[in-house]
């Protein structure tokens, strides 16, 4: 389950893909077919979070790996390219590793 803390060490990973409107639900369902049938799987990984833009031009990922290291090792295990590389063919991307610096509720 995502957590949003401050402080906790984990890597955040926002991840913005743009895509013809046409393709937004097809990216989805790459999205999700890639993180339950790989990305789960992988050490250090935490969870994931997709979101679709209202528009049909953007999906957004919001994903949690335990360290910057685990994300890097995903990036280069062979059992993710090929979805990397099939979401490239419909969408642009370019992740973003960021931690948490603060978390406002309300009252």
């Not at 402080?7 to 937004?24: K, R």
């Not at 490239?88 to 610096?101: K, Q």
Request: glycine share 6%; net charge neutral.
């Amino acid at each position: 389950m995502s957590a949003i803390e401050k402080g906790n060490g984990v890597l955040t990973l926002i991840n913005v893909f743009d895509v013809e409107p046409s393709n937004q639900g097809r990216l989805v369902e790459l999205l999700i077919e890639a993180t339950e049938k790989t990305m789960k799987r992988m050490p250090g990984f935490i969870s994931a979070n997709i979101h679709r833009s209202l528009d049909g031009k953007r999906v957004v990922n919001y994903a949690q790996w335990r360290s910057r290291a685990d994300f890097e090792a995903m990036l280069r295990d062979p059992k993710a390219t090929p979805h990397m590389q099939h979401i490239g063919t419909i969408a642009t991307f370019d992740p973003i590793p960021c931690e948490v610096s603060e978390v406002i509720m309300a009252v």
